[in-house]
């Protein structure tokens, strides 16, 4: 199973606890555990899940990992993250979320689509921007593939679950 994974935590040039995203494969949140520390950046003690998306399917596809590289044409699997301003909150908000494209133009425009209606301001050029597009293609070892069909969806959870020292 996918997991896409918001740690948080201290880095020692940050003032405030800093965040990142990392995908993850295993059967269950817990397995994910040994990947996730692997991919964190800051300091080991008290890293910590904020939040955690399992995706068996975005849109019409369904998440499929297999040790082989999909065709070059195949649409691919992005993470978006989308940034603006809510009014009257100090700090940039953010959006996240998953879009199937064939390109990283296409999965940027999917994404704009889908900007907070209540943004009051961009942080660029007085449009709404796509911060981040990321193709997920090769996770845990794994590539990802998109098949079309009937899947699950998208199951997220808000937690705070610090991850123990060492492997889990």
Known sequence: MLFVVMLGGKHPRARIEVHDVVFAVADDLQGTYGQLREGWFGHPAGVHIDSWMRVDGVEGWKVELSPMA???DSPRLYFINLGGYETSVFGEA???LLVVARNR????AKGKRQMPAHWSQSHTDALMDVDDCLPIDLVGGRY????????????QGNDYIVLPQGHA
């Not at 133009?105 to 940027?108: C, H, N, Q």
């Not at 990802?144 to 199951?155: D, N, R, T």
């Open 70 to 72: 999909p065709a070059a």
């Open 94 to 96: 953010h959006h996240y």
């Open 105 to 108: 133009k296409e999965a940027a």
């Open 144 to 155: 990802i593939h998109l098949v079309e069909g009937e899947h699950s969806g998208i199951i």
